[in-house]
């Protein structure tokens, strides 16, 4: 196990929100209960099943039974990965958050990368993908969308929609998030940037998905995916309703 260097917390929670993931969750717990081990001794992995309809609920409850560690949130209904997303930083509890998505195109070893770049003066550190292993056409869509939303919401991020990230809990006793859809990256990373927040990025690898197909990559989806980005920047850049007084933060100071 690695000491956390001078100055880091030693805390950590690691969560996972998924849906229908059964082919893949197992393994990315077990990586993570790995990976998190070696890097300190106060962690935890939790799993958000986001009202899946397949063996995902049964496998990580055994996972939880399994792993003292491990602990899971079912939504009794689909809330939308935003949705998980917010129930997986309210659940945590360790001073570091990592999170990563359920479906294994990344790895939850490479979370040691990123802990060695969290210092005083960093707040988040992002991963960005050193090649995208996924079909051309979402390739393309992928770095259109990313190019668009970068210029209209002043970003400088490598990549916004890496979901491999080391984050300060801090970050969430400050900002709320209220997107229930895939734009909650988009939302989270332009409010950590408004909000002052020290970001530094490193790359990752990403692998082909193994297990399922994705949820976002039909014209119906991405479609809705525009409009919802429309509003997010009219509420953010035109009216910046995030930097006015009285928010309420999306967890509970200590």
């Given at each position: 196990?690695?000491?956390a ?9 690691v ?7 059964s082919?893949?969750?197992a ?12 890097l ?23 996972l ?10 079912h939504?009794?209904a ?14 945590a ?14 790895d ?22 050193i090649?995208?292993?996924?079909p051309?056409?979402r ?29 300060r ?30 970001l530094?990025?490193?790359?990752v ?9 994705s ?15 429309m ?24």
């Amino acid at each position: 196990m690695s000491a956390a260097p001078a100055g880091k917390p030693s805390g950590l929670s690691v969560f996972f929100p998924a849906y229908n993931d059964s082919g893949t969750i197992a393994s990315m717990v077990i990586r993570a209960v790995q990976a998190a081990a070696e890097l300190t001794s106060d962690f935890e992995v939790i799993v958000v099943n986001d009202g899946s309809a397949d063996a995902t609920p049964q496998i990580v409850d055994e996972l939880a039974r399994t792993y003292p560690n491990v602990r899971v949130v079912h939504h009794p209904a689909n809330r939308g990965y935003g949705g998980a997303l917010q129930t997986g930083f309210r659940s945590a509890t360790k001073e570091l958050i990592f999170y990563t998505d359920g479906d294994a195109q990344y790895d939850p070893a490479e979370l040691a990368v990123l802990w060695k770049q969290m210092s005083d003066g960093v707040d988040l550190v992002n991963g960005y993908k050193i090649s995208r292993s996924d079909p051309l056409h979402r390739i393309v869509i992928g770095r259109v969308y990313h190019h668009i939303v970068t210029m209209l919401f002043g970003l400088s991020v490598r990549d916004v929609d890496c979901d491999f990230r080391l984050m300060r809990r801090s970050i969430f006793e400050k900002i709320n998030l209220g997107k229930t859809s895939g734009v909650i990256c988009l939302e989270m990373m332009k409010k950590i940037h408004d909000g002052g927040f020290r970001l530094v990025e490193v790359p990752v690898h990403h692998y082909h998905r193994a297990f399922g197909k994705s949820q976002f990559f039909n014209f119906p989806r991405i479609a809705k995916t525009g409009v919802d980005v429309m509003r997010l920047w009219f509420e953010l850049v035109v009216r910046r309703k995030h930097l006015r007084r009285g928010i309420t933060p999306l967890v509970a100071r200590p």
